[in-house]
């Protein structure tokens, strides 16, 4: 069965930071993989997608950036954190039209 | 292009009371449809979906008929339990041609159900 993993779980960052974040999906092959935002009390944004390694996709202009070093790998990083960067982030995958979600990391920006 | 409605919450409720929540759609061509559900701390699980016009997606005693000539796609519960209290999100996927396929997602709405 597939699994997906993100890490970490929880992380506190002050403004100015640089950022890492990392999903990996276990159990498949060549999934098209995703990143989302859910800001608090709001419903989930887009930020990313990939369709394969190298391919990256951006919905919104923002402070962050995407990467698929591997197939089954993505990651989320940015340069410099901004308080608005604050949120919950959610990883997914996907085959066909069903998606799949990690459990998230939540970032607060302080 | 795309977007989904569904009814603001927070929504609370008695235990086995009866559930609905609202969700419409616009949408170019023919989208799937799904609910997802999210517990408190974590990620989105697939709670149910419907692929074309008329099907009804169940699921955990959850059930929504895709109905295209409403555009709308209604949760419903005919019991709920302290254990539904969640944050449900109405979504649509509408295919690129390609291999990827996008979600569009309604804002989500809380459900608290009290013991």
């Known amino acids: 069965s597939q699994t997906i993993h993100q890490w970490p779980a929880t992380l506190v960052q002050p403004v100015g930071s640089p950022l890492s974040l990392e999903c990996t999906v276990e159990g498949t092959s060549n999934p098209n993989l995703y990143w989302y935002r859910q800001a608090a009390g709001r419903g989930l944004q887009l930020l990313f997608y990939?369709?394969?390694?190298?391919?990256i996709s951006s919905e919104v202009p923002q402070n962050l950036s995407a990467s698929r070093p591997q197939d089954r790998q993505f990651i989320l990083s940015s340069k410099k954190l901004l308080l608005s960067d604050s949120g919950f982030y959610l990883c997914a995958w996907s085959r066909g039209y069903e998606q799949y979600f990690g459990p998230g990391t939540r970032l607060t920006v302080t | 292009g795309d977007s989904v409605t569904q009814m603001e919450g927070p929504v609370t409720l008695s235990e086995e009371a009866f559930l609905t929540i609202n969700c419409t759609y616009t949408a170019t061509g023919y989208p799937s449809l799904f609910w997802y559900v999210q517990y408190p701390g974590e990620g989105l699980q697939l709670l149910l979906k419907a692929t074309k016009a008329d099907d009804k997606g169940s699921n955990k005693g959850f059930e929504a008929t895709y109905r295209k000539e409403t555009t709308s796609f209604h949760l419903e519960k005919g019991s709920v339990q302290v254990s539904d209290s969640a944050v449900y999100f109405c979504?649509?996927?509408?295919?690129?041609?390609?291999?990827?396929?996008?979600?569009?997602f309604g804002k989500g709405t809380l459900l608290t159900v009290n013991p």
């Open positions: 990939s369709v394969g390694i190298g391919q």
């Open positions: 979504a649509l996927s509408s295919g690129s041609g390609g291999s990827n396929y996008k979600l569009t």
